[in-house]
């Protein structure tokens, strides 16, 4: 029994539940990374890294429009939770990782997981439904 098959025998509302799904647990991350954008938190996240070449990025982009400070956000997301990868290979100073704000830092992870999360939620059931399809 193909997975399309399968999933087509589950009640419509369970369909509809497990397509929402994704967007329903990602859409609170990116929610967060633009509050974390728009608000007193960035510059806190920004002075977090002063000996850190990753965070130069800004030099680059500019802090102006929500675009760019939502990219940093997402960008300096996904370097704390690759921190020691990023320590190893000279991109980010251990000391700036050390002394980043706990909280702040908890809160982007949880943005990043939750986008993660329902990103690769969405992507596995379209690509079951779209393999079992019949040709």
Known sequence: MSFKVWFESWPLELQIACLLAPFVISLPGVAIGVYIACSRH???????????????????LGTTSLASRCYLVSSLSGALLFSQYLVRKGTLDAD?????????????????WLAVIGMAWLFLLVGLIKLSSDK
């Open 96 to 112: 700036d990782v050390r002394n980043f704000p706990r909280s702040l830092r908890r809160l982007m992870a949880l943005s990043s």
């Open 42 to 60: 960035f510059d806190t996240m920004l002075s977090a890294f002063p000996n850190s070449a990753w965070a130069r990025q800004q030099d680059i």
